[in-house]
């Protein structure tokens, strides 16, 4: 009971963190595109679009730390175990996060809200550069502990316990570069959509405003063109990603597909409808694309469930290595089904750009208003299938997950987790209304704004 509670506090937290953490680096380089438009072409339009988005981005960059430093607590007060086994391996990566990362986008974010009028032009633009750099340098960190629990490399066991035996193979980690891609460029996408959907909606809302009508027509250009390229390169690092998991945990692809015995030229279902253990009712399946997926190979083997169950009993011990198969099948159609609607939407912004015709369209705008719901749906259901797919380990191959929690009652984890779940539900509710009333916020006032900074604290629009 108090393993299962524990796994659901951490989800739930880790979850709500992880609708943010993607906006905050998206925002973070939309922002600095926008800025670095304004500073070289000197136009005002650009600047005030900057400041904006720049509004959005610090009420996601907020919600974001608070978020995780909850999570740093978790590890500690129910995942003892788990920390006390990998600390001397998991505390570098977290530390330099902290003390390099996190120090540098927070010192950085400071300077550009508070020295637009004090600093330079080309240093203030500097600051934000950095501030995104910052994000992104954070993610590194985050994602190269977690591809070790994923992939442990360059450690041995010691007493117990991991201990780190070369940091330089925890850096080379092959799963680390293919997720730091994959989440950085889906991270981009994110922040493009949101940019595309608040943009459209504006532009909209004050078409008779021509001023306003070309600065949101600009952005959404932006947002598209941006939003299109890195959905692109999602998929090529997810399909990276895919062959890595292969090798590394073939459970994993086997319960993506939900395929129970090994198979040569494996195909693969787009939808199932019915029992995945059995026969299904109905399915939408594609000749030979599984395999394609796990090793480029028109008829290369995929191993099935099965067989991997039996293999891995022999080589840990009796014992269920099967994940939840209906939750890594559905999580991973809906990562891959959300982008490839993403896709879709953008291109044909695009297309709708090359005659100016992006706010005449009126299903045009229904589905970028509709799509910010997208990128939400494949960051989360991409975290759940990376995390529950690698079940029943904690540490792959290393430790389970059984034997990583703490010793804590099930009655205060419950506790805890309620209280959880109404403060965060509290604070989603803060941050959506505020992202609203940003997203409202008279654009006029932004030039106001501007134009007070001189005379006024600089960073009082923020």
């Known amino acids: 009971m108090a393993l299962d509670l524990a796994r659901w506090q951490f989800a739930i937290v880790t979850v709500f963190h992880f609708f943010f953490v993607p906006m905050t680096i998206g925002l973070g380089l939309m922002v600095a595109i926008m800025q670095t438009r304004a500073y070289r072409s000197k136009d005002a339009t650009w600047d005030r679009l900057s400041r904006f988005f720049g509004r959005i981005f610090l009420i996601s960059m907020a919600v974001g730390v608070v978020t995780g430093i909850v999570l740093e607590f978790e590890f500690g007060l129910n995942w003892s175990a788990y920390s006390i086994f990998v600390g001397n391996i998991f505390g570098a990566p977290l530390a330099i996060e902290g003390l390099f990362a996190f120090f540098l986008e927070s010192t950085f974010v400071g300077l550009w809200i508070f020295g637009r009028n004090r600093l330079s032009p080309g240093l203030h633009l500097a600051t934000i550069w950095l501030t995104s750099a910052g994000t992104i340098i954070s993610a590194f960190w985050i994602l190269a502990a977690n591809a ?9 066991i010691e007493n117990g316990q991991a201990v780190l035996t070369n940091f330089w193979a925890l850096l080379g980690n092959s799963t680390l570069w293919a997720s730091f891609i994959h989440t950085v460029t889906a991270a981009l996408a994110t922040g493009a959509a949101l940019v595309l959907a608040i943009s459209i909606w504006r532009g909209h809302r004050d078409a008779h405003d ?3 009508r070309e600065a949101f027509r600009r952005a959404t250009r932006l947002a598209a063109g941006m939003m299109l390229v890195t959905v692109v390169l999602v998929a090529i690092s997810g399909d990276l990603q895919a062959r890595l998991m292969d090798v590394q945990q073939p459970m994993k692809m086997a319960a993506a597909e939900a395929l129970y015995n090994t198979q040569n030229g494996a195909s693969f279902s787009l939808l199932t409808i019915g029992n995945l253990s059995g026969q299904p009712i109905f399915q939408i399946r594609v000749p030979h694309l599984l395999s394609m997926m796990a090793d480029l190979s028109w008829n290369g083997p995929v191993q099935g469930i099965n067989q991997l169950q039996a293999a891995a009993a022999a080589k840990y011990g009796a ?27 953008s291109a044909w ?45 904690i540490v792959y191959g290393l430790m389970q997950t059984a034997s990583g929690v703490s010793s804590v009652p099930a009655a205060d984890i419950a506790f805890t987790m309620a209280v959880f779940v109404a403060v965060y ?21 932004v030039a106001e704004d501007a134009a007070s900074d001189a005379v006024a604290s600089p960073g009082l629009v923020y």
Do not use: C
Not at 148 to 156: A, C, D, E, I, L
Not at 374 to 381: D, R, T, Y
């Open 210 to 212: 021509q001023t306003q």
């Open 425 to 445: 539900t509290t604070l989603a509710v803060v941050a959506v209304t505020l992202i609203l009333r940003a997203a409202r916020h008279d654009f006029d006032d």
């Open 349 to 393: 912004g695009l297309w709708l750009g090359r005659g100016r015709r992006f706010l005449e369209s009126r299903w045009f705008r229904r589905a970028a208003l509709a799509g910010i719901g997208l990128p939400v749906l494949a960051n989360a259901s991409g975290w759940i299938f990376t995390e529950a797919g690698r079940q029943p380990w």
């Open 148 to 156: 070790w629990m994923q992939h442990p490399v360059g450690y041995k």
């Open 319 to 345: 014992g269920n290595y099967t994940p939840i198969i209906w939750l890594t099948y559905w999580s991973f159609r809906a990562m891959v089904g959300a982008g490839i609607l993403m896709i879709a939407v």
